[in-house]
Nanobody
C-alpha cells in the first residue's frame, strides 16, 4: 500500500503558473506509471498527464504544450508544472500511481488538491 499526498494547488489568474507535487510514502519506481488526473464539478475525472517508470510522458490534448509532468525517483515525488493556465483548468487534481498485472490494474489515489484559475 502507498499513500500519495498532493500539494501546490491554489488560486491563480489566467495565464499564470502553478506546480503541483505528489509525494509518495514509498518508492515510486515499483509503479508502472504515475499520473495526474483532474475532476471539475459535474464532470468525470480525466487523465491530464502520465509518466512511465521509464520516463515516457503522455498528455491530454487540452494541456499539451502547457503542462509538464516529471518525476524524481530519489524523492519519490511526481510533479506537474502548469503554465498558461486557463479558467477551464479549474478542477481538483489527483495524483495516481498504477501498477499493472496481467489481469488487473492496481490504482492508488491521493486526496486531491484544488486548482482554481480566475479569468
Amino acid at each position: 500500500q502507498v499513500q500519495l499526498v498532493e500539494s501546490g494547488g491554489g488560486l491563480v489568474q489566467a495565464g499564470g503558473s502553478l506546480r503541483l507535487s505528489c509525494a509518495a510514502s514509498g518508492s515510486i519506481v515499483s509503479f508502472n506509471a504515475m499520473g495526474w488526473y483532474r475532476q471539475a464539478p459535474g464532470k468525470q475525472r480525466e487523465l491530464v498527464a502520465s509518466i512511465t517508470s521509464g520516463g515516457t510522458a503522455t498528455y491530454a490534448d487540452t494541456v499539451k504544450g502547457r503542462f509538464t509532468i516529471s518525476r524524481d525517483n530519489a524523492k519519490n515525488t511526481v510533479y506537474l508544472q502548469m503554465s498558461s493556465l486557463k479558467p477551464e483548468d479549474t478542477a481538483v487534481y489527483y495524483c495516481n500511481a498504477r501498477r499493472r498485472t496481467v489481469l488487473v490494474n492496481y490504482d492508488y489515489w491521493g486526496q486531491g488538491t484544488q486548482v482554481t484559475v480566475s479569468s
